[in-house]
Structures are given as structure tokens and as C-alpha cells.
């Protein structure tokens, strides 16, 4: 995994807005974690979800600390639906640069849709040629 060669908890920006450091909208706060709203915003009430404990990637996080994060993800999400009135939203966690991570802490994105909101993926679906699907899976599995 390509790590992003930048901070330490000490000069995180995340680390900072847990810590008081710096402000933000805050939505909810726990012992484990700080939501708060996402300072630009893919749509009305776009938030952050954010673990305190200083994390670069997802795929550093022990089990017990992703599964003290997540839990509260239901809730957050139903609550943000009915606070900006959207039937849904994409919950996402981008892990290393090349996946668009910005901010090395690890965060969920929780991002509000609408029908024709313009937002959305570039989700060009391919297909594996024979054989190929079988060889991904013996090698992701080897990797388990
Ligand atoms: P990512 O690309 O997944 O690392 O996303 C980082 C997100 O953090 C972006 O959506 C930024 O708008 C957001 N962000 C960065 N700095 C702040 C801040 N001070 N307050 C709130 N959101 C922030």
C-alpha cells in the first residue's frame, strides 16, 4: 500500500480538529470518534467520520478500533439523511493516494445524494477475459 509521505499525528490535520486545535462543524463526538461536516463539501451535509486515534490508513486500523468507528455509521448516516432530506448516501473510505486520500487519517466519508445530484463515478465496468476472474481470486486469496 502507497503510503502519502506526509504527517505525523503532530502535524495531522484531523489530529488537530479532534484535539480543538482547529475548528470545525462538529455533528457528533464519542471517545473513539468525531464527525463533523467536511470543509468542502461534495453536497449539503457532507461529513467526516474520524477516528481520535491517530491512523494513516484504513488498513492500519485494528479490528476493535474500525469495528468502535463503524458501528456508529447506521446512525450517522439515518440521521444526515433525514437532517438534508436525502434518501441515501455513498459512504466511503479512500485508502492511500492513489485511492484520492487527501488527509493521512484515516476518515469515512458520508456523502448525501440526490436523484441527477451531477455527483457520482466514473464506474467504466469491464469485463475479465477467461480465466482471469480465477486467477484474481487465487491470488487475493493467497494474500488472506
Ligand atoms: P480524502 O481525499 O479522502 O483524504 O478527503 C479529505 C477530506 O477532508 C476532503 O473532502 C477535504 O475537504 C476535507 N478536509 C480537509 N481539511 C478539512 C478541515 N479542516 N475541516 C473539514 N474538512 C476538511
Not at 475548528?23 to 468542502?40: K, Q, S, V
Request: with cysteine; proline share 6%; glycine share 8%.
Amino acid at each position: 500500500m502507497r503510503r502519502i509521505p506526509v504527517s505525523t499525528a503532530s502535524d495531522c490535520v484531523f489530529c488537530k480538529i479532534v484535539a480543538g486545535q482547529i475548528p470545525c462543524l462538529r455533528l457528533f463526538e464519542n471517545d473513539d470518534l468525531l464527525a463533523f461536516l467536511d470543509i468542502g463539501p461534495l453536497a449539503e451535509g457532507h461529513a467526516l467520520v474520524v477516528p481520535k486515534k491517530h491512523c494513516e490508513l484504513l488498513t492500519d486500523m485494528s479490528e476493535a478500533d474500525i469495528e468502535a468507528v463503524s458501528r456508529h455509521l447506521p446512525r450517522l448516516v439515518r440521521a444526515i439523511c433525514h437532517g438534508v432530506g436525502v434518501d441515501g448516501c455513498n459512504v466511503l473510505v479512500n485508502v492511500g493516494k492513489v485511492a484520492s486520500q487527501e488527509v493521512p487519517h484515516v476518515h469515512w466519508h458520508i456523502i448525501p445524494r440526490k436523484p441527477a445530484d451531477g455527483l457520482g463515478y466514473r464506474w467504466n465496468a469491464s469485463r475479465y477475459p477467461a480465466g482471469r476472474g480465477e486467477e484474481v481470486v487465487r491470488r487475493i486469496a493467497a494474500a488472506l
